[in-house]
């Protein structure tokens, strides 16, 4: 079955320090990988997605099937960057696609 | 409107009764996701709406929970005979496509 672990319930950093926010995944076939962010009082939104390599607000992750890792990193962090942070795996069966949300972490940064 | 809207925000109920959460999905979108996430929990996915297909209940956690879509519209999501345990916010999402899911405001649910 599928699963997301994101081991971390909270990190707290200064502003300017780097972020690494991790998350491993167990899949058998082939994933998608997404981050997933929640700011106060905001609706949950997609921040960004594997397939896309993009960076958005400077964040960044790679997609790492031989660690089944996707680890969401920033090498700056912004007050602004304080929020809740999910990892998300689709999977497809058939036609039907669905979203595992891992149990997301708290990011704090502290000015 | 231009999100998901979700109603009621809040919702609080006496343990044993049934309660009706409802969702407006982004006109458009063929998909319709239900989730709950409980303190201190991940998103815990319930259903899933996709066109006319069969919704895929793997989620649901029993058969007091039950969800209906009319069409590619609204949907609501009924919980029969209220647990404690079932105190949560729960989500609704749509998709138009197979890569972004937008999200509603939540329902709070709190079973006393």
């Known amino acids: 079955a599928q699963r997301v672990t994101q081991p971390e319930k909270l990190l707290s950093v200064f502003k300017g320090a780097p972020v690494e926010l991790k998350c491993n995944y167990s899949y058998s076939g082939s994933p998608e990988l997404f981050w997933y962010v929640q700011y106060s009082r905001q609706r949950l939104q997609l921040l960004l997605r594997h397939i896309s390599r993009e960076s958005i607000k400077g964040f960044t992750a790679d997609l790492n099937k031989g660690e089944t890792s996707f680890h969401l990193k920033k090498p700056f962090a912004q007050e602004e960057d304080s929020a809740m942070y999910y990892c998300a795996l689709k999977t497809v069966t058939g036609a039907n696609s669905k979203l595992t949300f891992g149990k997301g972490i708290t990011l704090s940064v502290r000015p | 409107g231009a999100g998901v809207s979700q109603s009621p925000s809040n919702k609080v109920t006496e343990k044993g009764k049934d309660v009706e959460l409802r969702c407006d999905p982004i006109?458009?979108?063929?998909?319709l996701y239900w989730y709950r996430q409980r303190l201190g929990q991940g998103l815990e996915f319930l259903i899933y709406?996709?066109?006319?297909?069969?919704?895929?209940k793997s989620g649901l956690p029993s058969d007091r929970f039950s969800a209906e879509r009319t069409g590619e519209s609204v949907s609501t999501l009924t919980i029969q005979r209220t647990q404690q345990e079932d105190s949560a916010v729960y989500l609704c999402?749509?998709?138009?496509?197979?890569?972004?899911?937008?999200f509603g405001p939540g329902t709070r649910l709190t079973v006393l």
């Open positions: 999402a749509s998709s138009l496509d197979r890569y972004e899911q937008f």
């Open positions: 006109s458009g979108h063929t998909a």
């Open positions: 709406f996709q066109g006319n297909s069969a919704p895929d």
